[in-house]
């Protein structure tokens, strides 16, 4: 049953879409859907979500997310490391371009739908990662309570790690099946289909749970001084930038 997280929305005036990424064997219950045309960013759909509407990928139709969400490679290597290296200027040579190919982790589908868009809590089974789009200062907030419940023996709870905007949806996480939170939108590529203040905060399901805990606990962050302090500073309220 997918967690009550209304007590965060409210508290730090979250008013972006919250984006699930789904892994599922029917797409029907995300309807409306929207398909990529050609090439297309995934972040291009960012009005489509605040619409309500689910991005719709598939091995015949993915959009530039086809290598790191569904494995295929449409590109040869040689051409992706001109266009990686050579023109988006990721790496300082092709060896280094190379090695970090060889090494990037990329997401392996179960079924055949992978869905991008609002949350469905019918459809939690199937939910892989949960982004959260924020500002630095609801950020703050939002990484204390990525940390609230770890061991330092645990997996690190929270990572940022360099990749494409759609790696950071799914691949570059340890495991997913294992709480972990990931700080993103740090693709140039992608920003521009993003507000200027927006930042990614990406969380596993397992997070998505802790964070709802999180948010019920009395003594957490979530409720202290500090945060009241926080907004007293920005007039009252988080998020108006």
């Known amino acids: 049953m997918q967690p009550d997280i209304s007590p965060i929305i409210e508290k730090l005036s979250i008013t972006g879409p ?39 990928l598939t091995k015949e139709k993915h959009g530039c997310g086809g290598m790191h969400l569904l494995g295929l490679a449409e590109r040869s290597r040689q051409d992706l490391v001109e266009f990686l290296c050579d023109e988006e200027g ?23 739908n992978l869905l991008i868009g609002p949350l469905k809590p019918g459809q939690y089974q199937y939910l892989r990662s949960v982004t959260w789009y924020v500002d630095p200062d609801q950020l703050s907030v939002l990484t204390a309570g990525a940390i609230y419940y770890s061991h330092p023996d645990d997996i690190d709870p929270l990572i940022a790690r360099f990749g494409s ?4 949806l799914a691949a570059l996480f340890d495991d997913l099946d ?6 993103g939108s740090l693709d140039q590529a992608a920003r521009a289909d993003l507000d200027p203040c927006m930042v990614a905060f990406t969380v596993t399901r397992p997070m998505f749970d802790l964070l709802a805990r999180w948010a019920a606990d009395p003594k957490s962050s979530l409720h202290n001084r500090f945060l009241s302090t926080l907004m007293r500073a920005r007039g009252g309220t988080l998020g108006r930038a």
């Open 18 to 56: 919250l984006v699930g990424f789904y892994d599922a064997p029917d797409p029907a219950p995300f309807e409306p859907l929207v398909v990529p045309k050609g090439r297309q960013c995934v972040f291009r759909s960012m009005q489509d979500w605040r619409d309500g509407k689910t991005l719709h």
């Open 165 to 168: 905007g759609c790696m950071q």
């Open 90 to 112: 990721l790496k300082a040579d092709h060896e280094l371009m190379n090695l970090w190919l060889d090494s990037a982790p990329h997401y392996t589908p179960v079924n055949g």
């Open 178 to 183: 294992a709480p972990q939170a990931l700080i």
